[in-house]
Nanobody, 126 residues
Framework: QVQLVESGGGSVQAGGSLRLSCAAS????????MGWFRQAPGKEREFVAAISRSAAGTYYLNSVKGRFTISRDNAKNTVYLQMNSLKPEDTAVYYC???????????????????WGQGTQVTVSS
């Protein structure tokens, strides 16, 4: 069992930055690939970024490439999402997720993940 708690959301103006954190409980954090997803009102949940267990591989939604960076610190059981050059269309609730993906490395598919946090709101104003 893994429990995930996100933090770091907030309200910023377009062009600003935020850093989301997701703290995981348990001793097996390094066994899980981690992902960030987001959901805006009236829209489906959308993949944002993912990182493999060892952080050797990362994967991004095309629209956030070059602006967002996912990273993890397995010693601290934490995954991060650094978000720069934020745009109003980035406004959403952001969720972190953990998945036992084995050799897959990482995945953009929400149903690949086993555990989810409660979400943190990110609001970007123009």
């Amino acid at each position: 069992q893994v429990q995930l708690v996100e933090s770091g959301g907030g309200s910023v103006q377009a062009g600003g930055s935020l850093r989301l954190s997701c703290a995981a409980s348990g001793r097996t954090f390094s066994s899980y690939a981690m992902g960030w997803f987001r959901q805006a009102p009236g829209k489906e949940r959308e993949f944002v970024a993912a990182i493999s267990r060892s952080a050797a591989g990362t994967y991004y939604l095309n629209s956030v490439k070059g602006r967002f960076t996912i990273s993890r610190d397995n010693a601290k059981n934490t995954v991060y999402l650094q978000m720069n050059s934020l745009k109003p269309e980035d406004t959403a609730v952001y969720y972190c997720a953990a998945g036992d993906l084995g050799g897959l490395g990482y995945s953009p598919h929400w149903d690949s993940y086993d555990y989810w946090g409660q979400g943190t709101q990110v609001t970007v104003s123009s």
